[in-house]
């Protein structure tokens, strides 16, 4: 029997047995003899046990709350081979030096992107009815409208412009397709012939912000994508439009945005915030047309367990001598969102 490769976990201890549940930890101990108990959080002051554990580790099993692998920790892990990270991006910890050492890297983005893009389809069928706002008058009134037809709702014809055709927001365009929804996008990263592929129009920003009714981010957090939605970018979505981000917080001007829902003219459906959490005072939890969420949209609960599965397979294919399937080379770095 060949012998499996010695793994370590490399995460916030908590998480483990959410991420690797009892039966997604036991395929794991098939292909790699790993200890559930032996979890390192802090590479800084390393207890003598993981140290040794360190020295003989060929798969670092990584995730939430994982330590930035920098050379030193690498000089103490001379055996490894392969990072596999059960979570998204692994911006936050991998280092250049892993390339450059010849170790794999795996991510769980794939995984992570399935709820993030059912998130942004459940905000944008409800946004399309108009159901928080209809919510909130229903609590103060305490009665129907009215039977009539409600003007100006619904999501037969509804255009969505999607900002980024990262995993996330390709995953969104393909839950989108069922839907009698006018789809569009806009990625500087995507040609035509790209945008064909997904059955979706390309379109520059500018004109994607004036042709949607709702309008959903999906794009890289990069010093070129700061604030990539600002004062201007706002003023241009129609009137009665509603933003989504599920990405990162420091894609929109927050300030920019706060003034735009005060006027009453947009709406804003917000999972991510910058900062991280929003401060107690910010207006954004008070104003009516502002809905925010905690940082939920991505794995959560017994979601976890599929980012578990998606590490279990990579290692499942190392051990059978094939290449990982979702491998993270370095020029990808900026794309994982």
């Known amino acids: 029997m060949t012998q499996r490769p010695y793994a370590m976990f490399a995460m916030s201890a908590e998480n483990v047995p959410q991420v690797f549940p009892p039966e997604v930890l036991e395929r794991l101990r098939r292909s790699v003899d790993i200890d559930p108990d032996l979890v390192a959080e802090d590479f800084t002051a390393p207890a003598p046990r993981v140290t040794d554990a360190l020295a003989r580790t060929e798969i670092l099993v990584t995730g939430w709350g994982c330590p930035r692998l920098d050379t030193a920790l690498l000089d103490a892990a001379p055996r490894l081979r392969a990072v596999l990270h059960s979570a998204g991006s692994v911006k936050g910890l991998a280092t250049p030096e892993l390339w450059r050492r010849g170790i794999a890297v795996s991510s769980a983005a794939v995984a992570n992107a399935v709820p993030v893009a059912e998130y942004t389809l459940a905000m944008i069928l409800v946004a399309g009815k108009d159901l928080f706002a209809a919510r909130d008058r229903l609590r103060t009134e305490r009665a129907f409208p009215g039977w009539g037809l409600v003007p100006g709702i619904g999501n037969h014809g509804r255009r969505v412009g999607v900002i980024g055709a990262s995993r996330i927001g390709r995953r969104v365009i393909e839950l989108l397709r069922p839907f009698d929804l006018r789809v569009s996008l806009t990625d500087p990263y995507v040609d035509e012939a790209g945008a064909a592929e997904l059955g979706v129009p390309l379109l520059a920003l500018d004109d994607l912000l004036r042709t949607s009714d709702i309008v959903t981010v999906h ?23 509603v933003l989504i981000n599920t990405a990162r917080g420091g894609l929109l001007d927050h300030d920019a945005l706060i003034a735009e829902l005060r006027t009453g003219r947009l709406s804003a459906i917000l999972d991510v915030t910058d900062p991280e959490p929003l401060p107690a005072d910010s207006s954004l939890y008070d104003l009516p047309n502002a809905f925010i969420t905690p940082h939920l949209a991505g794995s959560q609960g017994n979601e976890a367990a599929r980012l578990g599965l998606a590490v279990v397979e990579e290692a499942e294919r190392l051990g059978a001598g094939q290449p990982l399937a979702h491998g993270v080379v370095r020029s990808e770095l900026e794309r994982m969102a």
């Open 219 to 241: 794009a890289p957090e990069t010093p070129q994508t700061h604030h990539l939605v600002g004062p201007r970018e706002l003023s241009l979505m129609p009137d009665g439009a």
